[in-house]
């Protein structure tokens, strides 16, 4: 258990609708990231920060946006969700900067 | 472009049997691989790591082979069991401050009683 804990662990949402997840951690590590995972895709990284308000682009940004006003949260926002983003997304935090954790993860349906 | 190449998608062996999950990788600037384990439900949990200074690295039953001149490594699991049963990743990183993973697209294992 790495003290990440994900909220919600599910939702179902509408097209068009804003949607924000988040990520707590309980350690105070400095590296917190948000992936999707897909099937057939893997995890791809969305954002990351690497500390209280310093944030940047991963490999599949488009469309969200990202926040961390205290090192123990990281936001994410779907500005307009599309069903694209119907996924399963994952939050990590980095000990020690190599190794990741990973939360539960949040299931997003947008219909 | 997919920078990490996983094979294959899915492996049925039986109890006791050594599943072996391959990947290839293409950015030369990667220096930390990691196999992550990933169960029904639940986020993925690292499992062992290589860096590319060493060809082998064992923990428990589980071994990772790395080969650098092929940009290649994979995951052996000795005598494996149904409790094995899992989706496995690997991934793979640069040098660099903030670390990002680029995974692999996943092996989902089934091991038979």
């Known amino acids: 258990d790495a003290g990440i804990t994900q909220s919600p662990r599910h939702k179902v949402t509408e097209t068009g609708t804003p949607v924000t997840l988040r990520c707590h951690q309980t350690?105070?590590?400095?590296?917190m990231y948000w992936y999707r995972q897909d099937p057939g895709h893997g995890l791809r990284l969305i954002h990351y920060s690497y500390g209280v308000k310093d944030t940047d682009k991963g490999e599949v940004s488009d469309g969200y946006s990202v926040s961390r006003s205290k090192t123990e949260d990281f936001l994410l926002t779907l500005e307009s969700a599309t069903s694209s983003q119907t996924s399963v997304y994952f939050c990590?935090?980095?000990?020690?900067?190599?190794?990741?954790?990973f939360g539960p993860g949040t299931r997003l349906l947008v219909l | 472009q997919q920078q990490v190449k996983q094979s294959p998608q899915s492996l049925i062996v039986q109890k006791g049997g050594i599943p072996i999950i391959n990947c290839a990788y293409e950015?030369?600037?990667?220096?930390?691989f990691p196999w992550y384990q990933q169960f029904p439900g639940k986020g993925p949990a690292l499992l062992i790591a290589i860096r590319p200074d060493v060809s082998e690295k064992k923990e428990g039953r589980f071994t990772i082979s790395f080969n650098k001149s092929a940009k290649q490594f994979s995951l052996h699991i000795m005598d494996s069991q149904p409790g094995d049963s899992a989706t496995y990743f690997c991934a793979a990183s640069p040098e660099g401050s903030a670390r990002q993973l680029t995974f692999g697209s996943g092996t989902q294992l089934t091991v038979l009683p």
């Open positions: 990590a935090i980095a000990r020690g900067l190599e190794t990741q954790y």
């Open positions: 950015n030369t600037a990667f220096d930390y």
């Open positions: 350690e105070n590590h400095r590296y």
